[in-house]
């Protein structure tokens, strides 16, 4: 079994910045890439920002110079700092990676269950 488990989203006003986590947990052997998703009332889920193994980013083009994504690897974590946040910045942020399963050794794509973030005055 494998597990990712986001945190640190919340009620921010406009301006303001918040710092989401999201640890991945249980038979893992490794991770490839890992990124951040999100998605708002009406909306088709969407690519935030993404990082590989090696610490190659990307970014929407709607958060780039706002949002940064890193991860600790000796953790299995990976983070996104968000700064500058905006109203359409409103939505649930999911985590997302590649793992491949220690037991199985089969690579699967692996989910959390989502964080709420609003940003509003």
């Known amino acids: 079994q494998v597990q990712l488990v986001e945190s640190g989203g919340g009620l921010v006003q406009p301006g303001g910045s918040l710092r989401l986590s999201c640890a991945a947990s249980g038979s893992i052997f490794n991770i490839n890439d890992m990124g951040w998703y999100r998605q708002s009332p009406g909306k088709q889920r969407e690519l935030v920002a993404h990082?590989?193994?090696?610490?190659?980013?990307n970014y929407a083009d709607s958060v780039k110079g706002r949002f940064s994504i890193s991860r600790d690897n000796a953790k299995n974590t990976v983070y996104l700092q968000m700064n500058s946040l905006k109203p359409e910045d409103t939505a649930v942020y999911y985590c997302?990676?590649?793992?491949?399963?220690?037991?199985?050794?089969?690579?699967?794509?692996?989910w959390g269950q989502g964080t709420q973030v609003t940003v509003s005055s």
């Open positions: 997302n990676a590649f793992i491949r399963n220690r037991s199985t050794y089969y690579s699967s794509n692996y």
């Open positions: 990082i590989t193994s090696g610490g190659s980013t």
